[in-house]
């Protein structure tokens, strides 16, 4: 059964990199309460926007650089080391940094290259990205050559790529600098409360699992639950203050897929929608050039790097898009080995069409 794959985990070293998203990026999650499909809304944490402008107000430029180039909000490459979490096991921000001085400069830069919307190879292993890196490092026309070709990013962040790459012992020194300085001076305390916090929110969550099961992970709108039950023995799933109505994800190997949600997100699958709210939902997704571009493209299924590199946007602007398409369930995902792919069905989309139109006009049949 799926639900015997799922475990809870808690780590306080999941929240310490999540806390430095949310203050770098507080402004963009803060975006998703703004467009709901509930009847009651959840309304945003207002002491985490205080705490994020109190904190981000008091950061010095340094950090403020650092900040910037290791959690943008297109690339997110701080967050590459949740890997060193989830495959160690590690409990504590501490714990983090130690694992972080013990992997090597480019073992980083590796890991770097997982994040987001990385490399456009069909190998994504880490021994083959070692090796990618190993090359790249050695000589700069292949940087940027690499960069240029096989990244989906923005041009800012193909530019902060190539300096992380142009000195890995730097780019170490520095992102262990920001870490540390973070825990000291920002997260220390918070820790007991996070950890309290966290602890009532998982208490929740194994209510909701234990007692609705199968349906209530459905309802969560993660991922095909049918991909999961055929291809990942593991199912970790984690609770944090930070995220808010988001959740994050990373899949490590073949076998384990970590989700990190936030308190609201727990409480979806609780929430009413408005019906109409998500027959509107259908036509803003449609009202794109980009969004229509994709749903023609997704005739196949394609991974975000292919589909990004297909329509030529950035990995940020695709990422967009496809939040859109999928909350107006017009595309799906679905894992293939261990990449997640889009897929869309004409079929499909052409009856969630119809039958929002009807609703809208007649205001009396279901959009779905």
Same mark, same amino acid.
């Given at each position: 059964?799926?639900?015997?794959?799922?475990?809870?985990?808690?780590?306080?070293?999941?929240?310490?990199?999540?806390?430095?998203?949310?203050?770098?990026?507080?402004?963009?999650?803060?975006?998703?309460?703004?467009?709901?499909?509930?009847?009651?809304?959840?309304?945003?944490?207002?002491?985490?926007?205080?705490?994020?402008?109190?904190?981000?107000?008091?950061?010095?430029?340094?950090?403020?650089?650092?900040?910037?180039?290791?959690?943008?909000?297109?690339?997110?490459?701080?967050?590459?080391?949740?890997?060193?979490?989830?495959?160690?096991?590690?409990?504590?921000?501490?714990?983090?940094?130690?694992?972080?001085?013990?992997?090597?400069?480019?073992?980083?830069?590796?890991?770097?290259?997982?994040?987001?919307?990385?490399?456009?190879?069909?190998?994504?292993?880490?021994?083959?990205?070692?090796?990618?890196?190993?090359?790249?490092?050695?000589?700069?026309?292949?940087?940027?050559?690499?960069?240029?070709?096989?990244?989906?990013?923005?041009?800012?962040?193909?530019?902060?790529?190539?300096?992380?790459?142009?000195?890995?012992?730097?780019?170490?020194?520095?992102?262990?600098?920001?870490?540390?300085?973070?825990?000291?001076?920002?997260?220390?305390?918070?820790?007991?409360?996070?950890?309290?916090?966290?602890?009532?929110?998982?208490?929740?969550?194994?209510?909701?699992?234990?007692? #609705? *099961? !199968?349906?209530?992970?459905? %309802?969560?709108?993660?991922? +095909? @639950?049918?991909?999961? &039950? $055929? /291809?990942?023995?593991?199912?970790?799933?984690?609770?944090?203050?930070?995220?808010?109505?988001?959740?994050?994800?990373?899949?490590?190997?073949?076998?384990?897929?970590?989700?990190?949600?936030?308190?609201?997100?727990?409480?979806?699958?609780?929430?009413?929608?408005?019906?109409?709210?998500?027959?509107?939902?259908?036509?803003?997704?449609?009202?794109?050039?980009?969004?229509?571009?994709?749903?023609?493209?997704?005739?196949?299924?394609?991974?975000?790097?292919?589909?990004?590199?297909?329509?030529?946007?950035?990995?940020?602007?695709?990422?967009?898009?496809?939040?859109?398409?999928?909350?107006?369930?017009?595309?799906?995902?679905?894992? #293939? *080995? !261990?990449?997640?792919?889009? %897929?869309?069905?004409?079929? +499909? @989309?052409?009856?969630? &069409? $119809? /039958?929002?139109?009807?609703?809208?006009?007649?205001?009396?049949?279901?959009?779905?």
């Amino acid at each position: 059964m799926f639900i015997e794959k799922v475990k809870l985990v808690d780590s306080l070293a999941y929240d310490f990199l999540l806390s430095l998203v949310r203050l770098n990026c507080s402004e963009m999650m803060l975006r998703a309460y703004d467009d709901q499909e509930y009847e009651t809304w959840f309304e945003p944490d207002a002491e985490i926007i205080d705490w994020t402008k109190e904190t981000a107000r008091r950061l010095p430029a340094d950090i403020r650089e650092l900040l910037e180039r290791f959690f943008n909000c297109e690339t997110y490459f701080g967050v590459a080391t949740f890997t060193l979490v989830q495959e160690g096991g590690l409990e504590s921000p501490e714990q983090l940094i130690g694992e972080i001085k013990r992997t090597s400069e480019k073992g980083l830069l590796s890991l770097f290259l997982r994040t987001g919307f990385g490399p456009d190879i069909k190998d994504r292993n880490l021994p083959n990205l070692e090796k990618i890196v190993e090359k790249i490092t050695l000589d700069e026309k292949e940087m940027l050559l690499f960069i240029t070709k096989s990244t989906v990013f923005s041009a800012s962040q193909k530019a902060n790529l190539v300096e992380l790459f142009s000195d890995p012992v730097s780019t170490k020194e520095d992102y262990v600098y920001l870490l540390e300085w973070y825990l000291e001076n920002v997260f220390n305390p918070l820790k007991t409360k996070v950890k309290s916090s966290n602890s009532r929110q998982q208490k929740l969550l194994e209510k909701y699992i234990t007692e #609705d *099961g !199968e349906s209530y992970l459905e %309802r969560l709108n993660l991922i +095909s @639950i049918p991909d999961m &039950v $055929e /291809k990942v023995d593991v199912i970790e799933l984690g609770v944090s203050p930070f995220l808010g109505i988001d959740a994050a994800s990373i899949m490590v190997d073949k076998k384990r897929f970590l989700f990190v949600l936030g308190y609201d997100r727990i409480q979806t699958p609780f929430r009413k929608k408005d019906e109409r709210l998500q027959c509107i939902d259908v036509f803003e997704a449609l009202a794109s050039k980009e969004r229509l571009e994709i749903l023609r493209v997704l005739h196949e299924p394609y991974t975000p790097i292919a589909l990004a590199k297909k329509v030529k946007i950035s990995a940020g602007e695709l990422n967009n898009h496809v939040e859109k398409l999928k909350k107006a369930r017009l595309i799906s995902s679905f894992l #293939d *080995g !261990e990449n997640v792919k889009y %897929r869309a069905d004409k079929t +499909s @989309i052409k009856a969630i &069409v $119809e /039958k929002s139109l009807k609703r809208l006009l007649e205001d009396k049949q279901e959009c779905d």
